[in-house]
């Protein structure tokens, strides 16, 4: 590496054994000042005291080569602004692309679908590099690195010294739960929770979605029976509303309609509850179908409304 004293700029770190050449690593990182990252890299106590998949590898074994290349190389200032410092970012994002440092899971995300990714889970970046100083939200994090997903990856690595840092920092995580220090303890069992919880917050979240989605209308089968004695009925996620006889549409079970809601910003004139209160959400909430039944040739806008309201319905 040539002597590029006070400049900034985007380096590729490649790690090998010598026993092994054919087999190598690379990670690609950036600096404000290059000099000094990688004197901090060459580090051993500063290794040891920052455990991370890079250096892991690096410390994996006693032939293992280190080699520096430096990629780009600016003039950017310690009280540069956040602009001129993105460059970094993107600049680093750019050669992890190129050389396919990070999991299959981000260069699936960042590059296009016919490109091969033959080296992805090969190499060493675990977090995009774009992410890189945007935020310190820890959950924001957690979903940059990939979550369980990723670490899933690194687990079932096929490279072993991959596979070996993965573990290793599983059991490391495990065994704060029998930690001597309080604070370790309190971190471990705050994360367990954190991820017992997690299953049903994702459930919440695409049932959310999903009926954010019917704002735009969905494709539901009417259900219920065709015999006059019980209502049609249209379901939506754990919602189901009804479709009052009153109406008169000629729906039968297993006909397919357009369910659409309509929210307002104010109370609904048309709102499906009819007896919410004002203070109620669903006071804002009008529900309607489209279709065709063989009472009317097209079905637009037809509002339904609660059972209760819909003398007639039922037996």
């Known amino acids: 590496m040539e002597d590029i004293p006070g400049h900034s700029g985007v380096y590729m770190h490649i790690l090998y054994r010598r026993s092994n050449p054919d087999h190598f690593w690379l990670y690609v990182g950036q600096a404000l000042v290059l000099v000094v990252r990688i004197l901090t890299h ?17 410390d994996s074994a006693s032939d293992i080569e280190s080699a520096f290349v430096i990629l780009a190389k600016h003039h950017i200032t310690q009280n540069a602004s956040p602009d001129d410092r993105f460059i970094l970012n993107f600049q680093e994002m750019w050669t992890a692309c190129i050389f396919q440092t990070m999991t299959p899971k981000h260069l699936a ?42 670490f899933t990856t690194f687990i079932n ?57 019917v704002l735009h209308g969905k494709l539901r089968i009417v259900m219920g029976g065709n015999d006059g004695q019980n209502a049609h009925r249209v379901s939506c996620s754990d919602f189901e509303f009804t479709i009052s006889r009153r ?8 006909d397919e309609v357009m369910l659409q809601f309509q929210l307002t910003e104010t109370l609904n004139p048309e709102m499906y509850a009819t007896k919410a209160s004002i203070r109620d959400p669903a006071s804002r909430l009008a529900v309607s179908i489209k279709g065709k039944g063989a009472n009317v040739d097209a079905l637009e806008g037809c509002l339904l409304v609660k059972p209760e309201q819909c003398l007639g319905d039922g037996t």
């Open 247 to 254: 109406l008169q549409l000629g729906l039968k079970v297993g």
């Open 42 to 58: 060459n580090d051993k106590a500063h290794r040891q005291a920052n455990p991370s998949l890079h250096y892991h590898i690096w």
């Open 109 to 150: 995300e960042y590059l296009p679908d016919d490109i091969s990714k033959a080296w992805a889970g090969q190499h060493l970046n675990v977090v995009p590099p774009i992410w890189q100083g945007f935020t310190d939200n820890i959950s924001v994090l957690n979903e940059a690195i990939g979550g369980t997903e990723a």
């Open 157 to 213: 690595s096929t490279d072993p010294a991959i596979r070996a840092w993965a573990w290793d920092l599983r059991y490391a995580f495990h065994d704060l739960r029998n930690s001597p220090n309080l604070s370790h303890r309190s971190y471990y069992f705050n994360i367990m929770l954190r991820n017992r919880n997690l299953p049903e917050e994702a459930c919440d979240r695409r049932k959310i979605a999903y009926l954010q989605s």
